[in-house]
């Protein structure tokens, strides 16, 4: 059967990667494609902030791992000695001595491959598939294929597709400073795990948030998260703090809201989240605490926003800019109705502080009319706010 081989860094992979395997399988009607992420390549030196070989092995699962008939290797990643093409060509061929073998390299590759080690051993066993990476490079491969064929008799198979403008060095680039292009590139699921890894420096793409957040809570309550980012938004403008943490952090309130008591439960245990006896028996209190611990362990918010998620439904003490504003978009977005709320959006637009105020009576009179007391965070909210002024 022909099999393929697609080597390389990794680092990340990404769907440009993604369209020369899916290529290469269909022109090629390879049975199985290996996909070996390099521990040591000898070509070239990883460079300062490449995730561990194990890290770089999850990244190339998450990419390739559930599509057939590709299948991701660390023999690679095993080796203590440099990742030399031939000896992976070698433990193959064991393993596939009578099919026929064809190596997949970029051009830049194909055109150094002679300096390769072993290359004689490489030419005799395998069948070379190159493929561009950009325009241009159809022309540097036909050049270097005529070399091949006529010095070495080597069999040459270019790949005709349509090169992503995307590179795993461009990748890293923007990882911090344009996270939407990068998540775009790199897809969800690679994506999620470089964020929760803190791989490449990557920040967080409002988008990939806004799709994790609204399949996690459901339909009925897009509305709301929709509402709440757009008045955490406002009230950012207006007041002078992050709009982009005002935004992740109301994406993201209300990402546990939709699990069951024992799932609360079980997520505080395991996120090390100590309850008070009031929290330990609500479960709108309780969303909010592990709605802040999965906004940190899967999308890696900063402190500052897993504090105005974790108080976002009691609110507290010496509150931050954040949390006011993260607390009252969740009180006064235009999907809220109740008595008092036109006052409030009013209010909150001239004076933070005294609509928070507002926001927080309103919360103890509708806990009062209930028969319930508020939480203590509460009144120690009221208590500062009322002590320091509006």
Request: hydrophobic fraction near 35%; charged fraction near 25%.
């Amino acid at each position: 059967m022909p099999i393929g081989i697609f080597g390389g860094s990794f680092n990340p992979s990404h769907l440009g990667h993604l369209s020369v395997a899916t290529a290469a399988i269909d022109s090629l009607g390879l049975d199985r494609l290996y996909l070996i992420p390099a521990g040591n390549p000898p070509h070239k030196s990883l460079p300062a902030g490449t995730p561990s070989n194990e890290g770089r092995l999850r990244l190339c699962q998450r990419m390739f791992a559930h599509l057939e008939p590709i299948r991701v290797l660390d023999i690679e990643l095993l080796r203590e000695e440099p990742s030399y093409t031939a000896l992976t060509v070698e433990h193959l061929r064991r393993q596939h001595p009578s099919d026929e073998i064809f190596l997949l390299l970029g051009t830049d590759m194909f055109t150094s491959i002679e300096t390769w080690y072993n290359a004689p051993y490489l030419f005799a066993q395998t069948t070379l598939v190159p493929f561009g990476r950009q325009d241009g490079d159809l022309e540097k491969i036909q050049l270097h294929q005529q070399k091949l064929e006529q010095t070495h008799g080597v069999r040459v198979i270019p790949i005709q597709h349509t090169p992503l403008p995307v590179s795993s060095t461009g990748l890293r680039n923007i990882a911090s400073t344009d996270p939407d292009l990068f998540c775009r590139y790199v897809g969800d699921d690679v994506y999620g795990e470089i964020l929760r890894n803190g791989y490449y420096d990557a920040q967080q793409s409002l988008p990939y948030l806004r799709r994790k957040s609204y399949v996690r809570t459901g339909t009925k309550r897009v509305a709301h998260i929709q509402g709440t980012e757009q008045t955490a938004a406002m009230l950012a403008r207006r007041w002078g703090v992050s709009e982009t943490l005002a935004r992740q952090a109301a994406i993201l309130h209300d990402i546990t809201k939709q699990e069951d008591f024992d799932t609360h439960l079980h997520l505080a245990a395991k996120h090390g989240i100590l309850l008070d006896d009031v929290e330990k028996i609500s479960e709108k209190l309780l969303h909010a605490k592990t709605g802040a611990a999965m906004a940190k362990a899967e999308f890696s918010v900063c402190d500052q926003v897993f504090d105005a998620i974790f108080y976002h439904t009691t609110g507290r003490a010496n509150m931050t800019m954040l949390e006011k504003m993260l607390y009252l978009a969740d009180s006064c977005e235009p999907n809220r109705d109740f008595p008092g709320v036109d006052e409030l959006r009013t209010c909150a637009m001239e004076n933070l502080d005294k609509a928070l105020l507002l926001a927080l009576h309103i919360k103890r009179e509708k806990a009062g009319q209930k028969g319930r007391t508020v939480h203590q965070n509460t009144a120690d909210a009221i208590e500062w706010i009322e002590k320091n002024g509006t």
